[in-house]
């Protein structure tokens, strides 16, 4: 079984600021996709990164994945409070999603 | 709007009661997928059918859970005899088996056993 651990577990920030969010296992990942998630709403899919030190960016979101496919990191430029949300992060070896607890954002107007 | 739809969206029900929810899949994906989400936490994956074969069961989904799709299309979940500890929110997903089989969810069905 993959560990998967996110942190922070929370992030509280004011509209405009940067903010960085992790994924990390035990075990390489075949390739990693990222979720956001609203109240009272499924998981919407960001990205999937499939590739050791690939870089995809999104508008403001910038998705990163280590070179040894064992970590993830997801970093927003100038927040909005529309970003805010559950951040889940799931690896893609399996027909079914693994996901870890997540990182709950939100930002502040 | 063509996305995953399950009803209902919101059930409060009494303990040792029976719950069913439906999934509506988005039309040509033959694959569904039934997770669990709890407060605090990612969802956990219960169940999933290719077409109307159940192919796999999590240790998470006690006998007490029951999931069908009759005929590859809409699914239903049906927890009997509810107890507390069944309070979360219940996901459904849906993919194709060709390309790359992104999982598309629906909005959830929240539970909450009194």
């Known amino acids: 079984t993959q560990l998967l651990e996110q942190s922070p577990q929370f992030l509280s920030i004011q509209e405009g600021e940067n903010l960085t969010v992790y994924c990390n296992s035990s075990?390489?990942?075949?390739?990693l996709q990222w979720y956001r998630q609203e109240p009272g709403e499924g998981p919407v899919l960001l990205v999937t990164v499939v590739t050791g030190g690939e870089v995809k960016k999104l508008k403001r979101l910038t998705f990163q994945f280590g070179d040894a496919r064992k970590d993830s990191s997801l970093h927003i430029t100038a927040a909005q409070p529309g970003d805010t949300g559950l951040y889940l992060c799931a690896p893609t070896n399996d027909y079914k999603l693994s996901f870890g607890a997540g990182t709950t954002v939100t930002v502040r107007a | 709007d063509t996305g995953v739809s399950q009803d209902p969206r919101h059930k409060i029900t009494k303990r040792g009661q029976n719950v069913t929810f439906r999934c509506d899949p988005i039309s040509e994906h033959n694959r569904l997928y039934w997770y669990r989400q709890t407060l605090g936490q990612g969802p956990e994956f219960l169940t999933y059918?290719?077409?109307?074969?159940?192919?796999?069961k999590s240790r998470l989904l006690s006998d007490r859970f029951s999931a069908e799709r009759p005929k590859g299309s809409f699914s239903t979940l049906e927890i009997q005899r509810t107890e507390q500890g069944d309070s979360a929110m219940y996901l459904c997903a849906s993919s194709m088996t060709s390309g790359d089989g992104t999982q598309y969810f629906g909005p959830g069905t929240r539970l909450l056993v009194l």
């Open positions: 059918f290719q077409n109307e074969a159940q192919l796999e």
């Open positions: 075990s390489v990942f075949s390739s």
